[in-house]
């Protein structure tokens, strides 16, 4: 621990350490102007039905386009956006603009697709998100089945109490709730049983070594299984390899997403992909 390195309090940071935290400090004053200045975008990755190979739903992942920084991933500021507070806004932003990015497609006479969107613990919370999604599918004319929230187990850990009524409130409004990364955090199955769960997504640290480790074969059948006896459907991500893919589909995965379909790409490129799609 720094504090018990240090004589009186202090903190000790090694230079690396230093560099991190200004970089932090530095991404986390020019967040504060990256929606106004309009820095932020969205990409879509396809999510394929297994049973007959067609994009049923995209999930949108945001990016940063910083002028000098270039471009920062999620994974960086997110957490960033996190502990500064700033992370309710900026989702806000997502939300509203991958749900009018699924009412243009719906408006193009695109085949049906389900939007899912990627939620932090804090968004999750937040008292006015339910009336947020209330008002972005009245305002869109769009049913509440078209939207998905994909939540980290961890967004029960605190209050599973009031995390349960959350849902509740989500599903009474039909909008579909899946869990990201599912079997890396801390959900127990006596919480999974009672939450309004529609979706397992199987992390992709699982199917990565499907071709050689036995382990992550057993988890990823028994994550499947349970699933299905949970009446909840499965999505893989991650999917790269068609050996990966054969397994997954044997084992009656319903959704995949990874790179051996499409990365994630700008909302004209997935238009593009989509109606190729339909002409077939
Ligand atoms: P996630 O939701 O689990 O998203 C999957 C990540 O895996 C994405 O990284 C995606 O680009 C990447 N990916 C997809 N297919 C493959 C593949 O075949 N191989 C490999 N190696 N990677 C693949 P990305 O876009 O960098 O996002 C990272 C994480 O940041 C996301 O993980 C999610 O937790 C978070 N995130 C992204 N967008 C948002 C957002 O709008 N709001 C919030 N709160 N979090 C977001
Ligand atoms: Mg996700
Ligand atoms: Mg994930
Ligand atoms: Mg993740």
Known sequence: RAKAEGRNGYRFFSPRMQAQ????????????????REQLTLLYQPQVCLNTGAICGVEALVRWNH???????PAEFIPIAENSGQIVVIGEWVLRTAVAQLKRWHDQ?????TMAVNLSA???RHPQLP??????????????????????????????EAAAQIMDRMHAQGVRLSVDDFGTGYSSLSQLKRF????LKIDQSFVRDLGHDGNDRAIVIAIIRMAQALGMRTTAEGVETPAQLAFLREQGCEEAQGYHF???MPAAALQEALGRAGRH
């Open 262 to 264: 499409a990365k994630p």
């Open 21 to 36: 935290s200004a970089r932090a400090l530095a991404l986390t004053n020019a967040l504060r102007r990256a929606l106004e």
């Open 122 to 124: 804090a968004q999750f």
């Open 196 to 199: 309004r769960i529609h979706r």
């Open 67 to 73: 002028p000098e920084l270039g471009a920062i991933g």
């Open 131 to 160: 009336e947020l999604i209330a008002q972005l599918l009245a305002g869109h004319g769009l049913p509440g089945d078209r939207l998905e929230l994909e939540l980290t187990e961890n967004v029960a850990i605190d209050d599973p």
């Open 109 to 113: 006479g695109l085949p049906p697709l």
